[in-house]
């Protein structure tokens, strides 16, 4: 039930780099003009969603290996049950 550290300092940072854009509006029109973008609030956009591209690529990695570990796990335990129960057969 509580944030991980590693994503609550991904969150902080995200609302960081907000505030700061809204407090330095010139900053957004100058990135807006670097990247060819006629309408300078649409770059935040653009940002949020490859933050949540990346945000949903690092959760996807992070599940797979995950899963991986689990499907290990149980075939340790399913070795290890077998084991024991020839154990007990002796």
Do not use: M, T
Not at 22 to 37: M, Q, T
């Amino acid at each position: 039930r509580k944030l991980r550290e590693e994503y609550a300092l991904v969150w902080f940072g995200a609302a960081l780099v907000l505030i700061g854009f809204s407090v330095w509006r010139p900053g957004i029109d100058e990135l807006a003009d670097f990247f060819g973008i006629d309408y300078g609030p649409s770059i935040l956009y653009l940002g949020a969603i490859i933050f949540g591209f990346l945000l949903a690529l690092h959760f996807s990695l992070a599940l797979s290996r995950l899963a991986e570990q689990n499907k290990r796990l149980a075939q340790e335990l399913a070795l290890l049950k077998a084991s024991l129960e020839e154990r007990r057969e002796c």
